[in-house]
Nanobody, 123 residues
Framework: QVQLVESGGGLVQPGGSLRLSCAAS????RAWPMRWFRQAPGKERE????????????FYAESVKGRFTISRDNAKNMVYLQTNMLKPEDTAVYYC????????????????WGQGTLVTVSS
């Protein structure tokens, strides 16, 4: 019953910015980690960023570190990816993702994916 829906993608020039949003529905709790992935045409899906509200830690792929910021608004059931200083190589479909945490606090292998939002960086 948990669903994720991304939005905010579009066409931007190199050096520009976009804020991607992921709306969550269903019983997603604070303990569930939220992640962003991306996939360019002809390439494998790759990790972009993650946020863990238990530890407060945020993780980023080396390719986006210092340019992208992941955040979460529990009151609105939203997770965001602020993308700055965009490069043509950032062009991809961006997906949000979460992993289910069970009643004992253990992170399971069950994942939920959104449908993706396309980011195109071009002059």
């Amino acid at each position: 019953q948990v669903q994720l829906v991304e939005s905010g993608g579009g066409l931007v020039q190199p050096g520009g910015s976009l804020r991607l949003s992921c709306a969550a529905s269903g019983a997603i709790l604070r303990a569930w980690p939220m992640r962003w992935f991306r996939q360019a045409p002809g390439k494998e899906r790759e990790f972009v960023a993650a946020i863990n509200w238990i530890s407060g830690e945020r993780f980023y792929a080396e390719s986006v570190k210092g340019r992208f910021t992941i955040s979460r608004d529990n009151a609105k059931n939203m997770v965001y990816l602020q993308t700055n200083m965009l490069k043509p190589e950032d062009t991809a479909v961006y997906y949000c993702n979460t992993r289910r945490v069970d009643a004992t606090g253990t992170t399971t292998s069950l994942e939920v994916w959104g449908q993706g939002t396309l980011v195109t960086v071009s002059s």
